[in-house]
């Protein structure tokens, strides 16, 4: 079973709309998440990190943690179509090394106008 | 966050000979990782590199491969050795985040290699 699952997409919305991006996990001893965010041929760029069960809001961004159903989801509001990128959970595993962090494949979003 | 470079930015290699990429910190920081990402997939861990000693490599990866040197605290190399058509990658070095509290890392601009 992989450590971090994502659905590989693309998830296309419209310009506008919220877009909603998923991340499960199966090691419950994670403690923090992070969100990144990769354009074709750039590096990737973290958005967003949670540690906290609820919300985390920072902006057209938000986080949700819910770690007895161990999910993890990033809303964008008001997607433009330079959100248009693959979205990538990571989480530290709780064994084998703290600093470590395990990547999702990835969600390819689609802002269309 | 920290400015990381890397060197090259891309290359194109022969099969059987090797290739060093160059991570540049702008900031003394004590662990360093290196990662591959096959085109289209997601990033894995190849090793970590802390300064003074040796790398730390994940399952699948070792260090005769993938050698990694560490000699300060702003800068690492990676060695792709003995290279095949498998190895064309982005490879990604990425740095610990200053915060403590958290371990997010932060990373550089990759070195994307094709492998002939």
């Known amino acids: 079973q992989k450590e971090v699952e994502q659905n590989s997409g693309p998830l296309s919305v419209p310009e506008g709309a919220i877009a909603s991006l998923n991340c499960t996990y199966s090691d419950r001893g994670s403690q923090s998440f992070f969100w990144y965010r990769q354009y074709s041929g750039k590096s990737p760029e973290l958005i967003m990190f949670i540690y906290s069960n609820g919300d985390k809001e920072d902006g057209r961004f938000t986080a949700q943690l819910n770690k007895a159903s161990q999910y993890v989801s990033l809303l964008i509001r008001d997607s433009q179509p330079s959100d248009s990128a693959t979205y990538l959970c990571a989480a530290p595993p709780f064994s084998g090394g703290y600093n470590k962090l395990i990547f999702g494949a990835g969600t390819r979003l689609a802002v269309h106008p | 966050s920290a400015v990381i470079s890397q060197k090259p930015s891309r290359d194109i290699c022969q099969r059987g000979t090797s290739l060093t990429i160059q991570c540049q910190v702008d900031s003394q920081v004590t662990m360093m990782f290196w990662y591959r990402q096959q085109p289209g997939q997601s990033l894995t861990l190849i090793a970590t590199?802390?300064?003074?000693?040796?790398?730390?490599?994940e399952s699948g990866f070792v260090i005769d491969k993938f050698p990694i040197s560490r000699p300060n605290l702003t800068f690492s190399t990676l060695t792709v050795s003995n290279m095949s058509p498998e190895d064309s990658s982005i490879y990604l070095c990425?740095?610990?985040?200053?915060?403590?509290?958290?371990?997010?890392?932060?990373f550089g601009p990759g070195t994307r290699l094709t492998v002939l």
């Open positions: 990425s740095v610990r985040g200053t915060s403590g509290a958290i371990n997010e890392q932060f």
């Open positions: 590199a802390n300064q003074g000693s040796e790398a730390t490599y």
